[in-house]
């Protein structure tokens, strides 16, 4: 579809988007002061049912656990996919806006938590929610058919997966095209695509290292996990550094160092969490394979009793954006937003979202929706402290409403016309 053949539809969208704002702005600071963490998005799930069953979508709850599917289906074409993500995080919000998120919840561990929708997904419902009113309300410009997913547990990488197991591809229409997006640190209202990998593998796992307890006061008769686990922890930043070519993007995170009660006894063992994010599988299979290989040589130079324990956390594929679905959305941005569509380079971050167009085998598309307020992030460019800005899973970060919301909104719906015959 060439974007000038649909110019009735973008002018009459964009007007009809413009009135929806407002409403659309309640919805999503609603979403974003009741947040719930991942795997346990009954609210969110019943609003986003309760909005598709206003207009003649065929809606279904409850898919992989809170998943919530709408299709409407509206003649002959090809079937868009747009997927939005509802999980929040186990974050306390210290944002202090007059919406932030003052929810406690218990986590998997049965601990209790902050919650706070620290990475977005609160306005990725929103704008589902507002495409599904669109192409409901403009039926006689476009056809095909548009399936919904609400899908939940990104967070802990595993709701794709989740709907998957639970009959997504049997029970509906199998896509031609699956489209997402996400809100990221960004001047708002600008979109970012980029055809091939947009975002990284993700890979978590746990380590149990194993040593002898001791007195504190009798250092000899242990073999200490924390030295163990300390000497681990500096000589894994080393794969990255010395086994990893320059070019070859790779992050090694340990993000939890855990050991003992008290200060005057050793402990039997320690505990590593990491996480590994890569944008090859090559380089992604080395990785792995050097933290195995550091993380029992270390045991073995600290006369461990035994080998340590690896336990994978959750698992991530790379995001590859297909190169002729991102040509085609690149030349509809441009349309839309002139400059303020444009390259962007791929992010270290990790998304199941993948797994939809990996399970079908049909071509996918994820791009990045900026949300940062436009004057702070010029003047971060300026000064060169972006990296102070806060960004997804800050207890800090909060994307600016306007001109976001929109931004977000029109890029969805926009990329979906291009393959719903929009005239």
Request: charged residues 20%; contains cysteine; hydrophobic residues 45%.
């Amino acid at each position: 579809m060439q974007p000038a053949l649909a110019k009735s539809f973008y002018q009459s969208v964009d007007a009809f988007i413009d009135k929806q704002l407002p409403r659309l702005e309640q919805v999503y600071k609603d979403l974003h002061a009741h947040p719930e963490l991942s795997m346990q998005e009954k609210r969110t799930a019943k609003i986003a049912a309760a909005h598709l069953g206003k207009y003649p979508y065929k809606v279904t709850t409850g898919v992989g656990g809170t998943g919530v599917v709408g299709v409407l289906k509206n003649g002959d074409g090809p079937v868009v996919m747009l997927r939005a993500d509802m999980d929040a995080l186990p974050v306390t919000e210290a944002t202090k806006l007059p919406y932030a998120s003052k929810v406690k919840a218990r986590d998997a561990r049965g601990s209790e938590t902050g919650v706070a929708h620290a990475c977005g997904h609160d306005l990725h419902v929103t704008w589902l929610m507002g495409a599904a009113s669109v192409f409901a309300e403009h039926r006689h410009q476009w056809s095909g058919t548009l399936l919904l997913v609400f899908q939940p547990g990104e967070e802990v990488g595993r709701g794709a997966q989740a709907m998957i197991d639970d009959g997504l591809m049997k029970r509906f229409p199998k896509p031609d095209i699956i489209l997402g997006q996400h809100v990221m640190v960004g001047e708002a209202g600008t979109v970012g695509h980029r055809a091939g990998a947009i975002l990284s593998a993700g890979d978590s796992m746990q380590v149990k290292l194993f040593g002898r307890g001791a007195h504190g006061s009798f250092p000899e008769l242990s073999i200490d996990p924390v030295v163990m686990a300390a000497a681990t922890a500096l000589r894994l930043q080393t794969i990255v550094s010395r086994e990893v070519a320059p070019a070859a993007h790779a992050v090694v995170t340990i993000g939890a160092l855990q050991a003992g009660t008290k200060e005057n006894i050793i402990p039997d063992e320690a505990t590593l969490k990491l996480n590994v994010r890569t944008f090859d599988e090559g380089v992604r299979d080395h990785v792995l394979a050097a933290v195995k290989r550091i993380c029992c040589a270390e045991c073995a130079a600290s006369n461990a009793p035994r080998l340590p324990e690896f336990t994978a956390l959750d698992s991530y594929p790379v995001t590859e954006n297909d190169a002729q679905a991102t040509a085609k959305l690149a030349e509809v941005f441009q349309a839309c937003f002139g400059k303020r569509a444009f390259e962007t380079a791929p992010a270290s971050a990790s998304e199941d979202f993948s797994v939809f167009g990996r399970s079908w085998k049909v071509p996918y598309v994820f791009w990045f929706i900026g949300g940062t307020d436009p004057a702070t992030y010029r003047k971060a460019v300026k000064k060169r402290t972006l990296n102070a800005l806060p960004a997804n899973h800050s207890p800090l970060y909060a994307p600016v409403i306007h001109p976001t919301l929109k931004t977000g909104l029109q890029a969805m719906v926009s990329a979906a016309a291009a393959w719903l015959n929009a005239r």
